[in-house]
């Protein structure tokens, strides 16, 4: 039985005549807007500090796969009406930087709703990310423009997927008893095939996928291997790779039996096999080891 299943500051040239004064008046021109500008900058560096960001400090990504960023922020209360669809989602690894030179630019369908303060970012190919610290920025067609330079989150990359959380993680159950065992795994790439399949939000805004097998524990079930596998799909094209982790059930009647056949028709000349299966008070499985002998007597 089996269970299967990512300050731009431009200087313009001009041609003035250089009379008496001007080129100390040109001096004075080009100084004061160096100032405004760098005030205006520190104003916004100032007005971001009094807004928060919560994101995961690390992120470890399936190289070649997809990758979730979970994200929320958010601003003081007079910049509420601030939050419109004009607003844009941009990430770097650079705390410095703007919509025009930053190296993420995801587009609306991969965020969140920012306008509810969701920048949860969704990348489909981990490969547009390096091995690096990203910063988030917020841009809208209005006052409100901030780079959130408080929190980052480093993004690491793995060859091997993460592991798989099968729940319980141990099997011992009397027969007759119903079963749900929960296989789960970290989202949005996996995917545990044809059986049933829920999508679960951490509290840290992480993506679970779960599957769930039930069944009722019979005898059949003692000592056979249970696993779940989940596939992680590249996007990149390199080839799939899979996650397993498994369980072995230990199914008891609770007491003393034994179930077989009671009739078995034989070929004389020919081997046979006794289907066999026995049980044993819960008090005396602890003495069920290697040392153990079976023997047949004719009654």
């Known amino acids: 039985m089996k269970l299967v299943r990512i300050l731009n500051i431009i200087f313009v040239e001009e041609k003035i005549p250089q009379e008496k004064g001007e080129g100390f008046s040109l001096s004075l021109k080009m100084a004061g807007t160096l100032t405004f500008l760098l005030i205006s900058s520190l104003l916004q560096g100032a007005l971001c500090e009094t807004f928060n960001i919560n994101m995961p400090q690390n992120i470890n990504v399936l190289r070649g796969s997809c990758v979730t960023i979970p994200c929320s922020f958010d601003v003081e209360n007079k910049f509420e009406d601030n939050l419109d669809d004009t607003c844009k989602a941009y990430w770097s690894d650079s705390p410095s930087f703007n919509s025009e030179n930053a190296k993420l630019k995801p587009t609306k369908d991969m965020t969140g709703d920012l ?61 007759g008893t119903s ?44 000592g056979n291997k249970i696993s779940c596998t989940a596939v992680y799909q590249k996007q990149d094209g390199s080839p799939d790779v899979t996650a397993e982790t498994s369980l072995t059930p230990d199914i008891s009647s609770g007491t003393w039996g034994i179930k077989m056949p009671q009739n078995i028709n034989v070929v004389s000349g020919t081997c046979v096999t006794i289907p066999c299966f026995f049980d044993v008070a819960r008090n005396h499985k602890i003495n069920l080891d290697h040392t153990c002998e079976a023997y047949w007597v004719q009654l």
């Open 115 to 175: 306008t509810k303060k969701d920048c949860t970012t969704t990348f489909n190919n981990a490969s547009l990310l390096q091995r690096s610290k990203y910063y988030f920025r917020l841009e809208c067609n209005n006052a409100l423009k901030c780079t959130f330079t408080q929190v980052g989150v480093d993004i690491s990359f793995i060859d091997v997927p993460p592991s798989l959380t099968l729940t319980p993680s141990t099997l011992e159950v009397e027969e």
């Open 179 to 222: 079963v749900s065992l929960t296989c789960s795994a970290p989202a949005p790439s996996a995917n545990l095939g044809q059986s049933q399949e829920t999508l679960q939000e951490n509290q840290d805004k992480t993506k679970v996928k779960t599957s769930v097998m039930s069944f009722t524990a019979s005898h059949l079930h003692h």
